[in-house]
T-cell receptor, first 113, second 114 residues
Framework: KAGVTQTPRYLIKTRGQQVTLSCSPI?????VSWYQQTPGQGLQFLFE???????NKGNFPGRFSGRQFSNSRSEMNVSTLELGDSALYLC????????????FGQGTRLTVV | AQSVTQLGSHVSVSEGALVLLRCNYS??????LFWYVQYPNQGLQLLLK??????LVKGINGFEAEFKKSETSFHLTKPSAHMSDAAEYFC????????????FGEGTQLTVNP
């Protein structure tokens, strides 16, 4: 069974640009969550999608958005990039109902210069 | 609101020694608790999880954790450290059974000395 796949693995963007990250969950999983990991703030929850609907949202500005497609694949978008958005972005998938663990992808390392 | 606190951002042990990584939680409802490990430039791998079935939880790679409600703790232990255990460890709590919205602790970097 394939794991959670995140693309790309590495990205370098310039301040002010926008970026889109992709996450393909484990087959059959309907919940996809996104996390930001930085040395200063640690691991922080961005949002969760379940069956194409945003189910939970963390405390991030509106520049951070996401969506989920009918095949459960998810994208997150960050607009007007700031230097502080440099981070490892992790995606996790879970069954969403009764399944009690989240499986993580290897992450996308975003560097904003 | 739920939260977890990991005591000690860095822990150093000798190979073969006991590993003890501390985690305390705060939750107004019965929590679901998890320990994850992260190797450099990698995602998170689940070590074990507590979902109220048993207070002593055994995980992968010889790790285990005990849920103690009276102490609001979920410490991670391993009897004998291996060089390959060197990594960062995260304790996390989830309100729902799905584990889809996790609140993480600050992480503990484990160093294993030969």
């Amino acid at each position: 069974k394939a794991g959670v796949t995140q693309t790309p693995r590495y990205l370098i963007k310039t301040r002010g640009q926008q970026v889109t990250l992709s996450c393909s969950p484990i087959s059959g999983h309907r919940s996809v969550s996104w996390y930001q990991q930085t040395p200063g703030q640690g691991l922080q929850f961005l949002f969760e999608y379940f069956s194409e609907t945003q189910r939970n949202k963390g405390n991030f500005p509106g520049r951070f958005s996401g969506r989920q497609f009918s095949n459960s694949r998810s994208e997150m978008n960050v607009s007007t990039l700031e230097l502080g958005d440099s981070a490892l972005y992790l995606c996790a998938s879970s069954g969403g109902q009764g399944n009690t663990e989240a499986f993580f992808g290897q992450g996308t390392r975003l560097t904003v210069v | 609101a739920q939260s977890v606190t990991q005591l000690g951002s860095h822990v150093s042990v000798s190979e073969g020694a006991l590993v003890l990584l501390r985690c305390n939680y705060s939750s107004s409802v019965p929590p679901y608790l998890f320990w994850y490990v992260q190797y450099p430039n990698q995602g998170l791998q689940l070590l074990l999880k507590y979902t109220s079935a048993a207070t002593l939880v055994k995980g992968i790679n010889g790790f285990e954790a005990e849920f103690k409600k009276s102490e609001t703790s979920f410490h991670l232990t391993k009897p004998s450290a291996h060089m390959s255990d060197a990594a960062e460890y995260f304790c996390a709590v989830s309100k729902g059974a799905s584990g889809s919205r996790l609140t993480f602790g600050e992480g503990t970097q484990l160093t294993v000395n030969p």
